[in-house]
């Protein structure tokens, strides 16, 4: 697994306020749920704070890319079938392991399993998990076991490339993924 640093905002609304958010974890030095619901980790392995995109000190949870986990206890409100979900990060390497997902969230391990969702990027839609291709990983999202016909369909540019800062949108509504990097939709996948 890469090793990744990151600020997640699961969102469902402006991420300047946490009005209808679920959850929404700053990591101003901790993991804390800023939305207000309650949702603090409850397993915090292997991660260390650092300085985040606008370069202020512990506002980035950097996971060391093998053995780092944060937990969040399941909730009720984690049941949504559409979502969209909001991520800063960066990566300074990636999974080179068999079918290389690096998963940024994800809930139950995303696809195939019911109930489950996230985001990740990887290389798989390039070469079916066959080859390791660090010039390929590109954004994908998962609702359940939603999943395009054709796996290439995920294939976009920009493709992600270590130490650099990438804000992600994932949407998922209607049978439809959309991804947004940097503030532009760069793939639009049907499920």
């Known amino acids: 697994m890469a090793g990744i640093i990151g600020l997640l905002l699961p ?3 402006n991420a300047q306020s946490t009005n209808g958010l679920i959850a929404h974890w700053n990591f101003n030095n901790n993991t804390n749920d800023a939305s207000g619901n309650g949702h603090h980790a409850s397993t915090v392995t292997n991660i260390t704070y650092t300085s985040g995109r606008s370069s202020q ?8 890319g093998h053995s780092s986990a944060i937990v969040v206890p399941s909730s009720t409100d984690f049941n949504f079938s559409q979502y969209s979900i909001c991520a800063v990060f960066k990566t300074d ?3 080179n392991g068999l079918c290389q997902g690096n998963y940024i969230v994800s809930r139950d391990g995303g696809w195939p399993n019911t109930g489950g969702w996230g985001v990740n990027f990887t290389d798989n839609p390039y070469n079916n998990c066959n080859v390791y291709d660090s010039s390929k990983f590109v954004m994908q999202a ?3 076991s939603k999943q395009p016909a054709v796996y290439a369909s995920w294939q976009a540019t920009p493709t992600i490339r270590t130490n650099t800062w990438y804000s992600v949108v994932a949407t998922y509504s209607n049978n439809v993924f959309k991804i947004y990097m940097n503030g532009t939709l760069i793939n639009t996948v049907n499920a």
């Open 142 to 144: 998962m609702m359940g």
């Open 11 to 13: 969102i469902m609304a």
């Open 93 to 95: 390497s990636f999974n």
């Open 57 to 64: 000190g512990n506002t980035a949870a950097h996971f060391n």
